[in-house]
């Protein structure tokens, strides 16, 4: 049956997190702004007090998107400084054994805070991954890894600040392309892995985002994430990708839910400010009789409902295992652009209010546009969809 | 709990609505769109689905099954895939049924709904459009005076889906400011129908001007009686049959300019292979889902019968905008082979401007 009722559980996570990100959040959400690289320390020691509560916890299915989206409303950029497995996590769960899945996150509520990380982008090459170049090369029982990542969300809390992990993408086998490419769990302390240096970013200046060299970088042989085995298929398959491309699935759907969160920040400032000035929006009155800022004000939450529609049937078709690659890639398609848009368009309709930084909505405006390139641009995702509805291979459809 | 299964009985109605819009209406709508008339054996057979009069009680002479806006919804997607002229006269009766079948006293329900049960097709229509620049239908211009026994409606329509032949209407008039709804009967006094309306799309369906020059009705065939009847209610479960035929209408443009767009090679290549092209698709296939998502949401609202005025005003915003920027770029795509007749392109095109336009002419 078709419904759209959020369980009891569902609204008391929205609520609570509502309240939590109100109460820790809003408040130190411009200092770090302001104070790049700054560790919110005493924010973070609050959330860790606070785990049992389960309000910071993540998961990737509608009622943990559903809190994300919540404390993106707060702040996207502390949402990252939440301490937890994140992406590193989302990669081990999708291609990792039952092994690998107790080693690596089955500590991760206990002892001090820790954070994991996911290694892909390289300074020679993002949305087309198959052109990494970082190594792995088997030597016994161990792997020796070998390269530069780039843009790693929390690389820093992951391998500097705590006992994390960062998964890093690399290639076994240079020859077999997308075939040769593997993941490797690689823990914090590792001899060989250092973070080199920090962005300076547009917007979600409170996560850090690292650059990590590895020099002959040593790992067990068991910190690969799925099959060690090359297979050298047909260029035009995938199968070696399939690690990665899980993942993303899973992923695409809840940086989807970061952006609605962050677009709902603000359509709710252009909303209430409104109010205050006793505007109100005629939704039922014909459009040729709105004015510009009624049809803007529509336009935006319009754009804001579509984009949550289709985030929560990607994570919807995920928890009926359904494949929803192609649902998951037009959620993240759809929300990275529309959430671009509306804090773009609220910064205008506020005009001074809009670009003062005596408000937040200027820096959800900075804050939104990250929604729209990591985890794969606007444009990967777009292209993802199209392969999938044209049934072309990357061969077909460049 | 949030799912976007339709249940079992909705997936067997789906599939019937699509092999009838693909079995008869994709055969000759062409004609129909040119010649202006729609076989009636057409419309018989898909009166004999009993898509209205499975949603009105046996007491009234229906089948009895449950009225959901979500069905309505799905239903009008398919058909309106078909095409949206036979949709909109196929589903004309509910402009007059729905509103008498969830508003109506249980005098009109006994004395109306058995009519639009009938086992022939038999046109019920509604007028609520009026020919002026600034229509508004929350300030209708057509007016009802109240006297001893009733009213008196006086003012022009336009947009009348089936006049000539319709047997009842609901006319929709102001009485002092507010919102009234009126059963009107053929052949009331003062009820004139007019010429036949020339539009830009939708040409095989025949629509009216209606003019109301003194027309009496007895004041029990004010809708809902004294208490009057939910406006706004109406106006959302037309935007939502409306968002969902918008959504039937765009995935038909969609699917025939992907399928050309993969046909055609220019440079050595299916023109499907640039990424000019299959951008403009992948953002075709992104915007059609999320607003039958939205649609859905709306609908499911009314079937709650929670007030979905923002929900079904935002989807019908965003239809009306959707099905335009799609049935455009399904033009664009084939170019040349787009704008002429000899591919129905340029028909949904056509059709697709309308929507905005529409608002009170389908229901669910």
Not at chain 2, 36 to 45: C, F, M, R
Not at chain 2, 129 to 157: C, M, Q, W
């Amino acid at each position: 049956m078709i419904d759209f009722e959020l369980t009891p559980e569902q609204q008391e996570g929205i609520k609570s997190a509502h309240e939590a990100v109100k109460e820790l959040i809003r408040p130190v959400s411009r200092y770090y702004d302001e104070h790049e690289h700054e560790s919110p320390q005493e924010l973070i020691d609050q959330i860790w007090r606070k785990r049992s509560e389960g309000i910071f916890n993540m998961g990737m299915d509608i009622t943990s998107a559903l809190r994300i989206e919540e404390l993106c409303w707060g702040d996207a950029g502390l949402f990252l400084c939440i301490p937890g497995p994140s992406l590193g996590g989302a990669a081990v769960f999708a291609s990792g054994t039952k092994e690998q899945l107790q080693r690596f996150l089955g500590s991760f509520n206990e002892g001090k805070p820790k954070w994991g990380a996911m290694a892909i982008t390289e300074p020679g090459c993002g949305s087309d991954t198959s052109a990494i170049t970082a190594t792995a090369t088997r030597d016994g029982d161990e792997w020796v890894l070998n390269g530069e990542k780039i843009f790693v969300t929390m690389g820093k809390r992951a391998l500097e600040d705590s006992d994390g992990f960062v998964v890093v993408w690399a290639t076994v086998d240079k020859s077999a392309g997308r075939a040769g490419m593997k993941s490797f769990v690689v823990p914090a302390g590792t001899p060989g892995m250092r973070v080199e240096k920090l962005e300076k970013k547009l917007g979600i200046k409170a996560s850090d985002t690292a650059t990590i060299i590895f020099d002959n970088c040593r790992i067990p042989f068991e910190n690969i994430l799925g099959s060690p085995e090359v297979k050298k298929v047909d260029k035009s398959e995938t199968k070696g990708f399939k690690g990665a491309m899980a993942t993303f699935d899973a992923t695409r759907p809840i940086v989807a839910a970061m952006a609605i969160g962050v677009g709902r920040a603000a359509l709710d400032f252009v909303k209430e400010t409104l109010e205050k000035e006793d505007i109100k929006i005629r939704y039922s009155t014909p459009r040729q009789k709105l004015t510009v800022l009624e049809r803007d004000i529509i336009e935006m939450e319009a754009n804001h409902k579509a984009a949550k529609l289709l985030t929560l049937r990607a994570l919807w078709m995920m928890s009926q295992l359904q494949p929803n690659n192609l649902e998951a890639s037009m959620a993240k398609a759809k929300a990275g652009l529309a959430v671009t848009k509306i804090t773009q368009k609220a910064v205008e309709l506020m005009g001074p209010l809009g670009y003062s930084r005596k408000y937040l909505l200027e820096k959800w405006m900075r804050d939104a546009k990250i929604n729209d390139i990591f985890e794969g641009t606007g444009q990967i995702n777009m292209l993802i969809v199209a392969r999938r509805i044209l049934n072309y291979s990357r061969d077909q459809l460049k | 709990m949030i799912s976007f299964n339709p249940t079992e009985e909705q997936q067997m109605i789906i599939s019937m609505a699509k092999q009838f819009a693909n079995d008869e209406m994709r055969k000759i709508y062409r004609e129909c769109d040119e010649s202006g008339e729609i076989p009636a054996s057409v419309i018989d057979t898909a009166w004999k689905m009993g898509l209205i009069s499975s949603s009105i009680p046996e007491d009234y002479g229906g089948s009895g099954g449950e009225h959901s806006a979500i069905t309505g919804s799905l239903i009008s997607e398919e058909l309106a895939w078909g095409d949206l002229s036979m949709t909109m006269h196929i589903l004309c009766p509910a402009l007059f049924a729905y509103p008498v079948l969830e508003m109506g006293t249980e005098t009109q329900k006994k004395k109306y709904l058995p009519l639009v049960c009938d086992e022939k097709y038999k046109a019920a229509t509604a007028a609520l459009i009026e020919p002026h620049f600034g229509f508004d239908p929350y300030s209708l211009s057509t007016t009802a005076r109240p006297e001893s026994n009733g009213y008196v409606l006086n003012g022009e329509k336009c947009y009348v889906p089936l006049a000539a032949e319709a047997d009842l209407f609901i006319i929709y008039a102001t009485e002092n400011g507010s919102s009234q709804a009126f059963i009107v009967e053929k052949g009331t006094k003062g009820l004139e129908v007019g010429e036949r309306e020339k539009n830009m799309g939708i040409k095989a369906l025949a629509t009216y001007e209606l003019s109301l020059q003194n027309c009496r009705v007895p004041k029990e065939n004010q809708l809902g009686g004294q208490n009057g009847y939910d406006f706004d209610r109406i106006m959302n479960c037309s935007r939502v049959a409306l968002s969902s035929m918008a959504t039937g209408v765009a995935k038909a443009a969609f699917e025939y300019s992907r399928d050309y767009a993969k046909e055609r090679v220019a440079f050595g290549e299916p023109i499907a292979s640039r990424q000019a092209i299959a951008f403009m698709l992948a953002e075709m296939a992104i915007e059609i889902d999320a607003t039958r998502l939205m649609n859905w949401e709306a609908a499911w609202r009314l079937d709650r019968r929670e007030d979905a005025t923002k929900e079904a005003s935002l989807v019908k915003a965003y239809a009306d905008d959707m099905v335009i920027m799609i049935t455009d770029r399904a033009v664009q795509i084939m170019g040349g082979h787009g704008y002429v007749r000899e591919h129905p392109v340029e028909l949904w095109l056509r059709n697709g401007r309308g929507f905005v336009t529409f608002d009170g002419m389908a229901i669910v």
